[in-house]
T-cell receptor, first 109, second 113 residues
Framework: ELKVEQNPLFLSMQEGKNYTIYCNYS?????LYWYRQDPGKSLESLFVLLSNGAVKQEGRLMASLDTKARLSTLHITAAVHDLSATYFC?????????FGTGTSLTVIP | GAGVSQTPSNKVTEKGKYVELRCDPISGHTALYWYRQSLGQGPEFLIYFQGTGAADDSGLPNDRFFAVRPEGSVSTLKIQRTERGDSAMYLC???????????FGPGTRLTVT
């Protein structure tokens, strides 16, 4: 059974601090996606990583992919309150997107 | 341009009733996905359409669930004899082709009482 595991599941961090969210998956795939979801809302695409070593940055968020280690990271730099949300990674294989359980991030002023 | 739309946004129904959930994808997107998301969980794959055909329906939990996309655009997810365990957020997403970036609709929150 394909597994996509994120850690931590819950993250509370102070504004201005840095942190990394990890996404491990159990299948061969070179397509990894990160999404953001605000409470009661749908998913917003953040990053699409399509090859080993891919790195993408948008504002205070940076995502990377290591297909050999089957690991993606989402790094948060100098967190601000607006980043509070749930973050999901998803792996694409065999016509399906498999989502992780999500990381609920709370940034405290 | 218009994004993915879903109707209704909320649906409350009684146990045993039939419901239809509609998804209108982004124009020109050939791939369409349905997901179910329970509280505190990630989206769970239900079915994937490529054009008019269901390319992969392995995520449908049982034969009470069925989905169609007759003209390769709008899709309808149909649930018969609803059960309380069907209560969840149902999300639809479309993409230009399979495996590319998905764009999600706002979802339909289904509550079965």
């Amino acid at each position: 059974e394909l597994k996509v595991e994120q850690n931590p599941l819950f993250l509370s961090m102070q504004e201005g601090k840095n942190y990394t969210i990890y996404c491990n998956y159990s299948t061969t795939s070179d397509r990894l996606y990160w999404y953001r979801q605000d409470p009661g809302k749908s998913l917003e695409s953040l990053f699409v990583l399509l090859s080993n070593g891919a790195v993408k940055q948008e504002g205070r968020l940076m995502a990377s992919l290591d297909t050999k280690a089957r690991l993606s990271t989402l790094h948060i730099t100098a967190a601000v309150h607006d980043l509070s949300a749930t973050y999901f990674c998803a792996v694409y294989t065999g016509n399906q997107f498999y989502f992780g359980t999500g990381t609920s991030l709370t940034v405290i002023p | 341009g218009a994004g993915v739309s879903q109707t209704p946004s909320n649906k409350v129904t009684e146990k045993g009733k039939y419901v239809e959930l509609r998804c209108d994808p982004i124009s020109g997107h050939t791939a369409l996905y349905w997901y179910r998301q329970s509280l505190g969980q990630g989206p769970e794959f239900l079915i994937y359409f490529q054009g008019t055909g269901a390319a992969d329906d392995s995520g449908l939990p049982n034969d009470r669930f069925f989905a169609v996309r007759p003209e390769g655009s709008v899709s309808t997810l149909k649930i018969q004899r609803t059960e309380r365990g069907d209560s969840a957020m149902y999300l639809c997403a479309s993409s230009l082709n399979d495996g590319r970036e998905q764009y999600f609709g706002p979802g339909t929150r289904l509550t079965v009482t």
